[in-house]
């Protein structure tokens, strides 16, 4: 099992640029996490997704756009890059049911100039 | 009120001693609780899950839960170097069916030789 995967592992963006973050997992999870962590701080939830076809804002939503067509599959879009997006980006998966242990993989480093 | 609270550190402590981490969280009836270690660079390990009230020992690592005072702890015996590193702890909201967890902005701890 590879777990969780990310890429790219960093990128450059120049201000107004738009791409995507691409997150997998191998371990048949129904739910998925995007995460950011800005230097020194905890993790805040930008986007998180309970199964195929179903996603819901989390606590920092705004520039970021998700889609989950697959259980394994939840990218994460930016649009129009701002300097504010500056961050390493996290996406976790955890099983559904009552543990709710998530799993995070190795993490997009990011930079908005 | 932060819903996690953790003391930012850093937290130094002598190789071999024991290093004890804490977290208080405010919603009363949460029901699980986690510990991520995140080295430098790094994306967040869970390294103990705990969901009842008493101990939990995994090796060197033991959490403590106590619910009536809101708090949870992990304890590290025997502190090695390689112990040095961010560790995160997260609580799961007991209204969240979704596996949300929240994040406190994580405890720096320093083992010294």
């Known amino acids: 099992n590879a777990g969780v995967t990310q890429t790219p592992k960093f990128r450059i963006l120049k201000i107004g640029q738009s791409m995507t973050l691409q997150c997998t997992q191998d371990m048949n999870h129904n739910y998925m996490y995007w995460y950011r962590q800005d230097p020194g701080m905890g993790l805040k939830l930008i986007y998180y997704?309970?199964?195929?076809?179903?996603?819901d804002k989390g606590e920092v939503p705004n520039g970021y756009n998700v889609s989950r067509s697959t259980t394994e599959d939840f990218p994460l879009r930016l649009e129009l890059a701002a300097p504010s997006q500056t961050s390493v980006y996290f996406c976790?998966?955890?099983?559904?049911?009552?543990?709710?242990?998530?799993?995070f993989g190795p993490g997009t480093r990011l930079t908005v100039t | 009120q932060k819903e996690v609270e953790q003391n930012s550190g850093p937290l130094s402590v002598p190789e071999g001693a024991i290093a004890s981490l804490n977290c208080t969280y405010s919603?009363?009836?949460?029901?699980?609780f986690f510990w991520y270690r995140q080295y430098s660079g790094k994306s967040p390990e869970l390294i103990m899950s705990i969901y009842s009230n008493g101990d939990k020992e995994d090796g060197r690592f033991t959490a403590q839960l106590n619910k009536a005072s809101q708090y949870v702890s992990l304890l590290i015996r025997d502190s090695q170097p390689s112990d040095s590193a961010t560790y995160l702890c997260a609580v799961k909201r007991s209204s969240s069916n979704t596996g949300k967890l929240i994040f406190g902005q994580g405890t720096t701890l320093q083992v010294k030789p």
């Open positions: 919603d009363r009836v949460s029901q699980s």
């Open positions: 997704s309970v199964g195929a076809g179903i996603t």
């Open positions: 976790a998966s955890s099983p559904q049911g009552s543990s709710y242990e998530q799993y």
